[in-house]
T-cell receptor, first 115, second 113 residues
Framework: AQTVTQSQPEMSVQEAETVTLSCTYD???????LFWYKQPPSRQMILVIR??????QNATENRFSVNFQKAAKSFSLKISDSQLGDAAMYFC????????????FGTGTRLQVTL | EAQVTQNPRYLITVTGKKLTVTCSQN?????MSWYRQDPGLGLRQIYY???????DKGDVPEGYKVSRKEKRNFPLILESPSPNQTSLYFC????????????FGSGTQLSVL
C-alpha cells in the first residue's frame, strides 16, 4: 500500500518570502500522479498543482512549483512571493495511474503567513 | 456550474440515531468517494464507487454504508453512529482516469454525542 508522509505539521513564512513544504511517499508503482491540495479555513479542498510521474519536468502554476524527485520519492511544494491568502492546510496526495483509484493523503502541513 | 453538492454542512446527533449525508455531482463522473478528515491523520477513504451499483471499501469502512443507485448520487449512511465517528466528511468525484483531479464537496462536520 502506498503511504504519503508530510513531516512538517506547521510552517510559517513572512509575506513575500518563499517557503517549501516537504512530502515523501512510498510506492512500488512506476506510474502514478501526485497532487498538492490546499484547505483554507473555509474547509474547501482546492487543487494547487499536480504532477504526472512519467514527466521529468517539474509542474508549475503561477507562484506554486514542485520539486519532483522520483528516485528519492520526494514531492515538495514551493510557494514564492507568499501572500496572506496562502495561509491554509496543505495536503500532499498520491494516486495510482490507470483506472481511478483512491487518493492517499498525507497528514497535512498548516502554513501560517505573517506580515 | 460544475460542482459536488454535499448536505448538510453541519450535523449534531446522538449515539445510535441513524443518519444520511447526501452527495450529488453534476459532472457525469463515474468515480465517487467518501473521506473522513481527522486532526493529525489527514483524509482517509471510507468507501468508493467506480460506477452505478459498484461500490467498494476504502481504508476505514467500519460503521458506514453507501449506495450508488444513480450515477450522480452517492449517499453515506451511518446506521448507528458512535462518538468515534465525529469527524469532517468529504465527498469527492472524478472521471475514471487517475490523472483527473478530484472535485470535492464542501464538507460535513458531524458531531456524535
Amino acid at each position: 500500500a502506498q503511504t504519503v508522509t508530510q513531516s512538517q505539521p506547521e510552517m510559517s513564512v513572512q509575506e513575500a518570502e518563499t517557503v517549501t513544504l516537504s512530502c515523501t511517499y512510498d510506492t512500488s508503482e512506476s506510474d502514478y500522479y501526485l497532487f498538492w491540495y490546499k484547505q483554507p479555513p473555509s474547509r474547501q479542498m482546492i487543487l494547487v498543482i499536480r504532477q504526472e510521474a512519467y514527466k521529468q519536468q517539474n509542474a508549475t502554476e503561477n507562484r506554486f512549483s514542485v520539486n519532483f524527485q522520483k528516485a528519492a520519492k520526494s514531492f515538495s511544494l514551493k510557494i514564492s512571493d507568499s501572500q496572506l491568502g496562502d495561509a491554509a492546510m496543505y495536503f500532499c496526495a498520491y494516486r495510482s495511474a490507470g483506472t481511478a483509484s483512491k487518493l492517499t493523503f498525507g497528514t497535512g502541513t498548516r502554513l501560517q503567513v505573517t506580515l | 456550474e460544475a460542482q459536488v453538492t454535499q448536505n448538510p454542512r453541519y450535523l449534531i446527533t446522538v449515539t445510535g440515531k441513524k443518519l444520511t449525508v447526501t452527495c450529488s455531482q453534476n459532472m457525469n463522473h463515474e468515480y465517487m468517494s467518501w473521506y473522513r478528515q481527522d486532526p493529525g491523520l489527514g483524509l482517509r477513504q471510507i468507501y468508493y464507487s467506480m460506477n452505478v451499483e459498484v461500490t467498494d471499501k476504502g481504508d476505514v469502512p467500519e460503521g458506514y454504508k453507501v449506495s450508488r443507485k444513480e450515477k450522480r448520487n452517492f449517499p453515506l449512511i451511518l446506521e448507528s453512529p458512535s462518538p468515534n465517528q465525529t469527524s469532517l466528511y468529504f465527498c469527492a468525484s472524478s472521471f475514471l482516469t487517475g490523472v483527473e483531479k478530484l472535485f470535492f464537496g464542501s464538507g460535513t462536520q458531524l458531531s456524535v454525542l
